[in-house]
């Protein structure tokens, strides 16, 4: 039996977890997996020293390519996929564009919510959504780092996504 579904752009807009999105080509639909990978519990941020619109880095998850593993959290000030906190507007990334690893260290666009544009090719990434992208060369989302909060704490538990550089998210 096949473990994998396919959905469609707002099932996968609507969905947290393992997420699966369709690259179309023309005639041909790939079916491309967001695998959710765990990594160890790790506390990143205070709950209470966000301010919105302001990104905070840190380095998650602790293991390989650490120069790759660059990420921000920033409080969206509006509901976000896979957002945490009492508004669900708290979302972390990684740095690195997934078209060719471009950084994408003081990009954020605090009107549009989003990432970008990527200085090698110019892709802007929805942080709204799952990092989805808006523009540019790019094919699959910004990775996504998935948060718990427990009490003023927020922890890092896992990655939604490949980080650039990477072979496998397994
Ligand atoms: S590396 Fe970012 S768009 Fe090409």
Same mark, same amino acid.
């Given at each position: 039996m096949k473990d994998k579904i396919c959905l469609?752009?707002?099932q996968f807009l609507l969905?947290?977890?393992?997420?699966?999105?369709?690259? &179309?080509?023309? %005639?041909?639909a790939t079916p491309i997996s967001l695998?959710?990978?765990d990594y160890p519990k790790k506390k990143i941020a205070t709950l209470s020293l966000?301010?919105?619109?302001?990104?905070?880095n840190f380095q998650y998850p602790p293991e390989?390519?650490?120069?790759?593993?660059s990420n921000f959290i920033v409080k969206l000030g509006e509901i976000a996929g896979g957002g945490v906190g009492s508004h669900q507007d708290i979302?972390?990334?990684?740095?690195?564009? &997934?078209?060719? %690893?471009?950084p994408l260290q003081g990009q954020y666009k605090k009107e549009h919510k989003a990432i970008g544009p990527c200085p090698f090719h110019l892709t802007t990434f929805d942080l709204t959504r799952h990092g989805m992208v808006?523009?540019?060369h790019a094919t699959e989302s910004l990775p996504q780092i998935v948060l718990e909060v427990e009490g003023n704490d927020i922890y890092a538990t896992g990655v939604m996504g490949l980080i650039y550089g990477h072979?496998?998210?397994?």
């Open positions: 469609n752009r707002r969905t947290g977890g393992t997420a699966i999105i369709l690259s &179309t080509l023309p %005639g041909i695998e959710k990978k966000l301010k919105q619109d302001e990104p905070v390989a390519h650490p120069e790759l593993c979302v972390a990334f990684n740095y690195f564009c &997934t078209h060719m %690893g471009g808006i523009a540019g072979h496998t998210n397994r």
